[in-house]
């Protein structure tokens, strides 16, 4: 094993390998044929069905939600608040917090996009799975969510209790 691979034998490393490039293949392939087909792009979509989902949301919560940083969902959401798909408003009791809400014409084109991602979503990923594939996805994906965000509770709680 090289220096490189320190910690991973070499099965590890390719199933970790394997991972990362199916996934960034993935969402790759299903941002190019969402656009194909509706013009919006996944990052959008992801972000205007967490908002129909969630209804009124605060940033933060949606930032954490998609896990993205707020800087990057900041970015995002000015760009669908000029385009008219969300509104943002201050939160009642929080000055510095926003929420947010979809528009009907954020409805309307997370709607039309949606049965041409569902059909890419089918097509690329779950007809490729077997069921019991699904299941094992569904239980292994749960508990790396719920380990990363352990990690990153314990991060942020380090940080904020190393500034007391």
Do not use: C
């Amino acid at each position: 094993m090289s220096s490189g691979t320190s910690g991973l034998n070499r099965q590890e490393l390719g199933t970790w390998v394997r991972y990362i490039s199916a996934s960034r293949s993935l969402f790759q392939a299903l941002d190019r044929r969402l656009r194909d087909e509706s013009g919006l792009s996944l990052t959008d979509f992801e972000l205007l069905a967490a908002i129909q989902r969630s209804r009124d949301v605060r940033m933060r919560d949606l930032a954490e939600l998609v896990s993205f940083s707020p800087s990057r969902l900041t970015h995002v959401v000015r760009r669908m608040a000029a385009r008219g798909w969300v509104d943002v408003s201050a939160t009642p009791g929080d000055k510095r917090s926003k929420t947010l809400r979809l528009t009907r014409a954020g409805k309307g084109v997370l709607d039309d996009a949606w049965p041409a991602h569902a059909r890419a979503i089918r097509d690329l990923f779950l007809d490729q799975l077997a069921e019991q594939d699904r299941e094992a996805f569904e239980d292994t994906f749960r508990r790396i969510r719920q380990a990363t965000k352990a990690s990153s509770d314990s991060l942020d709680g380090s940080t904020t209790s190393g500034a007391s």
